[in-house]
């Protein structure tokens, strides 16, 4: 069965520094990975995505992700915080054989300190 | 605007009263889901739809229904409500068929049951 774990349910890191959301998961097939994130009051909105190819994604507003296969993670990554960073991000996953499901961590708040 | 439009934003409904949340969207996308956002549990699929015409069940579905007459319309229904229901709503699309496509979210609907 599909799972996705952040282990940490807040992230406090100061601006200008960098800032990681680490994320875990669990598939029995190739994984399709997927960060999102909640601003808000809002719905959740796409950051970046593991297809294939390349373990080193990049995405929208600077964020990137790193797929390590032997240690099943896809950590969120930033070089420098800012405050508008600050917000809830989501961690999913997708068995790429199992078709259209998605498997959402619990989610991890991320607050940028000025 | 091409996006998904959640209708009502937020409501306060009596336990035992039906209600339907809506949901529409413009991207002619095949696949909808309906998700539930509790605090420290993430999101939750209740039900999906892979085009029109089909629905299934997600993760908790009991206590909801749902139809897809159209690609556009997703409405989600709770046919006598519970507290338990309390929560944050979130209707989502995708292209179907694809499964490297990221879901796109609505805004949500802040339902509570008193």
């Known amino acids: 069965a599909q799972s996705v774990a952040q282990p940490e349910d807040q992230v406090n890191v100061a601006e200008g520094n960098p800032l990681t959301v680490k994320c875990t998961y669990s598939?029995?097939?190739?994984?399709?990975l997927f960060w999102y994130v909640q601003y808000p009051n809002r719905g959740l909105q796409f950051l970046l995505k593991?297809?294939?190819?390349?373990?080193l994604v990049k995405g929208s507003y600077g964020f990137e992700a790193e797929l390590n296969k032997s240690q099943t993670s896809f950590h969120l990554k930033k070089p420098s915080a800012l405050v508008s960073d600050s917000a809830l991000y989501f961690c999913?996953?997708?068995?790429?054989?199992?078709?259209?499901?998605?498997?959402f961590g619990a989610g991890t708040r991320l607050f940028v300190k000025a | 605007i091409a996006g998904i439009t959640q209708a009502p934003t937020s409501q306060i409904l009596a336990a035992g009263r039906r209600m339907t949340l809506r949901c529409t969207q413009d991207?002619?996308?095949?696949?909808m889901y309906w998700y539930r956002q509790d605090l420290g549990l993430g999101l939750r699929l209740i039900h999906y739809?892979?085009?029109?015409?089909?629905?299934g069940k997600g993760e908790v579905p009991d206590g909801y229904s749902v139809s897809r007459a159209n690609t556009d319309d997703f409405p989600l229904t709770l046919a006598s409500a519970v507290p338990s229901q309390t929560s944050v709503y979130f209707c989502?699309?995708?292209?179907?068929?694809?499964?490297?496509?990221?879901?796109?979210f609505g805004d949500g609907t802040r339902l509570s049951i008193l």
């Open positions: 989502a699309s995708s292209a179907q068929g694809q499964a490297r496509q990221p879901q796109h």
């Open positions: 598939v029995s097939g190739n994984p399709y």
């Open positions: 593991y297809i294939t190819g390349d373990n």
């Open positions: 999913a996953v997708r068995d790429a054989t199992g078709g259209f499901k998605t498997i």
């Open positions: 991207m002619r996308h095949n696949a």
């Open positions: 739809s892979n085009t029109a015409g089909t629905t």
